[in-house]
Each structure stands twice: as C-alpha cells, then as structure tokens.
T-cell receptor, first 113, second 114 residues
Framework: AQSVAQPEDQVNVAEGNPLTVKCTYSVSGNPYLFWYVQYPNRGLQFLLKYITGDNLVKGSYGFEAEFNKSQTSFHLKKPSALVSDSALYFCAVSLDSNYQLIWGAGTKLIIKP | EAQVTQNPRYLITVTGKKLTVTCSQNMNHEYMSWYRQDPGLGLRQIYYSMNVEVTDKGDVPEGYKVSRKEKRNFPLILESPSPNQTSLYFC?????????????FGPGTRLTVT
C-alpha cells in the first residue's frame, strides 16, 4: 500500500538549534513531495515542494528539504529554529496516477526558548 | 486578498440535522477539495472537484455530499450527520488539478455532532 510516514509525533528543539522533521514515503512511480505547516487554529500553509531537479529544495520561512530517492525520504530542515516555528508539520506525496495527495499523520514541532 | 473562506468556523449540531459548510475561493482555481482532520490520522480527503460539475470521491466520502455549480464555490453537505463526523474540516483549492500544484487551505470548520 502506498503511504507516507512521519515517524515522530513530536520533536522538541531549543531555539537557535538546527531542526529536522522526518518524512519517508512508500509509493510507486515518481513522487511529487510537499511540506505544509499548520499554526494553531489556522488552516494549512504550503511550505515547499519537490517536483524534479535539485534534490535540495528551499521554501518559506527559511525551511528547506532534501529529497533522497534511495532512502525514499524528504526530511524538512532549518539551520536555526525560532520559537515561532512551533506548529504542526505535514508531509504529503502526490502520485503519478491520480490527483490526490497522500498525507502523513503530522509532527508537532515545539521550539523552546 | 487571495483566499479560501469557509463558513461557519464552528458548528455544534445534533444527530440527523442536515447541515451545509460553505467554501469559496477567489483565485479562479480549477481544483477544489474537502478534507477532514482527526488526531493521529492526518488529513483524509472526502471529495474533490477538478472543475465545474466534475466531482469525485476521495478516501472517506460516506455520509457526505458535494456540488460544484460555480467555479468559486464547493459546499460540503451532511444530509444526516452522526457523531463520528465530529471533526475539523478543511476546504482547499489549487490552480490546476495537475499534481505539481500546491493547495491553498481555508481556516477550517470545527464540527461537533451530539
């Protein structure tokens, strides 16, 4: 079955430290990969996507993600975390065969001052 | 301002009482979708629409109906709500149905069915 996994329900990072939110996928064909962020009481916002080309993708708010085909991963990273980065992060993959997205369960990121 | 709007934002209702959650986008997007978000399950797609008068089932369509009579509007209808439909609902749109396009989300509707 095709799936997206976010193995950590919660990630805790001190402000100023680098952060990583993990995402792995299991799909057939060529995946298009997305990261979205959800702040409290808000809808989801698009952060970045990988379609093709450079494996390192840069997005909004200083975030970046690296596509690793051999490890089927698309981890979200930021060199220096801010308290305002605290939110719920979702990884999603779009398949070759249809227009739907498969979503991960989400990872709660907590940045402590 | 480019946006997706949903109404109402919060709704408490009783089992069996028909309700409609409206969704509207002002970006001339072709693709629209409804999701429900439940703790630990991420987002699950209910229905989607690739254009006016074109709708299709997502992963969890049971108990829901949609229509797309105009490009900008995509209402979600619960004919006979049940407690298991208590959830947080999001409407989303994207420029095109091609899988490379990111989606824009509304603020969400928190529905409680008692």
């Amino acid at each position: 079955a095709q799936s997206v996994a976010q193995p950590e329900d919660q990630v805790n990072v001190a402000e100023g430290n680098p952060l990583t939110v993990k995402c792995t996928y299991s799909v057939s064909g060529n995946p298009y990969l997305f990261w979205y962020v959800q702040y409290p009481n808000r809808g989801l916002q698009f952060l970045l996507k990988y379609i093709t080309g450079d494996n390192l993708v840069k997005g909004s708010y200083g975030f970046e993600a690296e596509f690793n085909k051999s490890q089927t991963s698309f981890h979200l990273k930021k060199p220096s975390a801010l308290v305002s980065d605290s939110a719920l992060y979702f990884c999603a993959v779009s398949l070759d065969s249809n227009y739907q997205l498969i979503w991960g369960a989400g990872t709660k990121l907590i940045i402590k001052p | 301002e480019a946006q997706v709007t949903q109404n109402p934002r919060y709704l408490i209702t009783v089992t069996g009482k028909k309700l409609t959650v409206t969704c509207s986008q002002n970006m001339n997007h072709e693709y629209m979708s409804w999701y429900r978000q439940d703790p630990g399950l991420g987002l699950r797609q209910i229905y989607y629409s690739m254009n006016v008068e074109v709708t299709d089932k997502g992963d969890v369509p049971e108990g829901y109906k949609v229509s797309r009579k105009e490009k900008r509007n995509f209402p979600l209808i619960l004919e006979s709500p049940s407690p298991n439909q208590t959830s947080l609902y999001f409407c989303a749109s994207s420029l095109d149905s091609h899988r490379s396009y990111e989606q824009y989300f509304g603020p969400g509707t928190r529905l409680t069915v008692t």
